[in-house]
């Protein structure tokens, strides 16, 4: 699965935002993410155009931000609402 459709279903299914990150800071992504009322912000990396980990980075009420966990892709089976797994 392509990462930014991966992004998308993530979102969809926590309810939460979805925004490519392009070129922006972590600083401004947190930015936007403190705007919203988001206390975490997923990150999916990719290796080979394929994502393989998401990396959490925890949001805090001053502004700052902080990294948290790290999982590889392996360990999730994630369901569409609309498709079943992916």
């Given at each position: 699965?392509?990462?930014?459709?991966?992004?998308k279903?993530?979102a969809?299914?926590?309810?939460?935002?979805f925004?490519?990150?392009?070129?922006?800071t972590v600083?401004?992504l947190?930015a936007f993410a403190r705007r919203k009322?988001?206390?975490?912000i997923?990150?999916?990396?990719e290796?080979s155009?394929k994502?393989?980990r998401i990396?959490?980075?925890e949001v805090?009420e001053?502004?700052?931000?902080?990294w948290g966990?790290?999982?590889?892709?392996?360990?999730?089976?994630?369901k569409?609402?609309?498709?079943?797994?992916l």
């Open positions: 699965m392509e990462t930014r459709k991966l992004c279903v993530l969809q299914n926590s309810g939460s935002a925004v490519a990150r392009g070129k922006k600083a401004q947190v009322g988001e206390q975490r997923m990150v999916v990396e290796k155009g994502p393989c990396a959490v980075i805090l001053t502004g700052a931000w902080k966990n790290e999982e590889g892709l392996n360990s999730y089976e994630i569409s609402k609309a498709k079943g797994s």
